[in-house]
């Protein structure tokens, strides 16, 4: 079952490209024969060549052909899988990942116009491949955990697991480097804000003197995911909406509208439709600020005065970072950056790590904060962040004592990928695999069932 194996690891890469924005772009292929059917799911070859391109975007090199070809299998048959298992991803939070990688696309263009010009294709075609991609891509994870949501790794197996290691092979860990940060996020002109609340204000009226709220939702509100719904955000519990919107949603009545209310998604205009119990369901216009236009000059001003109190040791970077940073993943932990593969957090000092970091650190001394610094988060929100160096760890031969979390780590993986064995051997016999003649030598699953038309 080394295949399988393989596949494990391929399939946890395919599940972060196939989120990319480039992913359903796939200009220049139009390859839709099916190349493999998993009971009622296809692999058609342009998902191949879509697998393929991702990682020349990334600048990565691709798998062969027959490993790609697997990884997909692999994830239709969790599909299945979870078909034959009812196991089922809530429809709001499939709702909810899509408009956020929809708005964090429509932000890198900078415009709807422009996302629809670029990819050949309208909002409503793009949201449907999106939320197909997204729902598979939950249940793909869902059915993942479900795999190996016991497995545990206790302390005496790590020990064990190393001291079978022959102390000639130790692995060797180059040089890592724990860091953190305080962000703090770019602030809206006030030239902007009063040219969204015009706007709204506007619309406001409209509906007042009789026109309906969900249809000028639809066609003027820029919260892509409820646009379609009329601004409908269906029901919420309490405290699942951001603080602002909930406490003027709630003052309202049914059918009432709100002032303008901002929050950190931009300005909004609300409407109440019933409160059920503890829920209560509303929908809202937003207007989002242009980005590219935004002031990063109080952020800046914030941060150095900050840096001035950390440097003096009149407050802790740990503090400070939970006191005022705006990085919600960071805040809580002291500000410290954590690495998004491994999750430690000691991240390889390398021409891996992002070259204005990698640069950044090079002019740093352990235990110094730097000056605001411009910063652009994952969603593509700028703002201005202090870097702390918190800590080096020089390159060494791994050890049990420097070097436990990374050994736990494989150990955890590898008895995940055991137990995905044990699944995979059990999950090819309960549904139906048929692979296109093209790719019958790649031997997919490595299972007699695996056969061509």
């Not at 058609?44 to 790609?68: G, M, W």
């Not at 809206?188 to 009063?194: A, D, P, W």
Request: charged share 30%; net charge neutral.
């Amino acid at each position: 079952m080394k295949s399988i194996l393989l596949s494990s690891f391929i399939l946890t890469a395919l599940l972060v490209s196939v989120t990319s924005p480039s992913y359903s772009q796939g200009k220049g292929v139009s390859l839709n024969k099916i190349i493999a059917k998993i009971d009622n799911y296809y692999v058609l070859k342009s998902d191949l060549e879509q697998a393929r391109q991702s990682y020349a975007q990334q600048n990565q090199k691709a798998p062969a052909d027959c490993q790609l070809l697997e990884s997909l299998v692999v994830q239709k048959v969790l599909l299945a899988k979870a078909e034959i298992d009812s196991v089922t991803v809530d429809d709001k939070l499939i709702e909810n990942q899509m408009d956020g990688r929809m708005s964090y696309m429509i932000q890198q263009f900078g415009s709807e116009k422009n996302l629809v010009e670029a990819y050949g294709k309208s909002i409503e075609a793009l949201k449907s491949e999106l939320r197909t991609e997204v729902k598979e891509q939950m249940l793909g994870q869902r059915m993942q955990t479900k795999i190996t949501d016991d497995v545990k790794v206790s302390p005496n197996e790590v020990r064990k697991f190393f001291n079978g290691i022959p102390k000639d092979s130790l692995p060797y860990i180059p040089a890592e480097v724990e860091i953190g940060h305080i962000v703090r996020l770019a602030k809206v002109t006030k030239e902007q804000t009063e040219e969204l609340k015009k706007r709204l204000l506007a619309l406001r009226e409209r509906v007042e003197k009789g026109e309906d709220f969900a249809k000028l939702a639809t066609e003027f509100s820029e919260d892509v995911g409820s646009a379609q719904k009329g601004g409908s955000l269906g029901f919420a519990k309490r405290g699942a909406m951001v603080a602002e919107f909930e406490g003027a949603a709630m003052k309202l009545k049914p059918n009432e509208m709100s002032d303008i209310v901002q929050s950190e998604f931009g300005l909004h205009l609300i409407q109440l439709i019933e409160v059920r119990g503890a829920e209560y369901h509303a929908r809202h216009i937003l207007l989002r600020p242009d980005y590219n236009r935004l002031d990063l000059t109080e952020p800046r001003r914030f941060l150095d005065s900050l840096r001035t109190l950390i440097v003096a040791d009149s407050i802790k970077f740990e503090k400070a970072a939970k006191d005022f940073s705006e990085d919600k993943m960071t805040a809580d932990a002291g500000g410290v950056i954590r690495d998004q593969q491994s999750n430690s957090t000691l991240m390889p000092h390398d021409q891996n790590m992002d070259y204005t970091l990698f640069m950044t650190l090079d002019t740093m001394k352990v235990g110094s904060v730097s000056p605001p610094m411009d910063y652009r988060l994952e969603d593509g929100k700028s703002a201005v962040r202090l870097l702390y160096y918190k800590r080096k760890v020089a390159p060494h031969t791994a050890s049990l004592k420097d070097d436990f979390e990374k050994i736990a780590n494989i150990v955890m993986v590898n008895k995940k990928n055991t137990a995905i064995d044990a699944w995979f051997r059990k999950a090819v016999s309960d549904v139906y695999i048929n692979v296109d003649p093209e790719y019958r030598s790649c031997n997919i699953l490595g299972s007699q069932k695996t056969e061509g038309p």
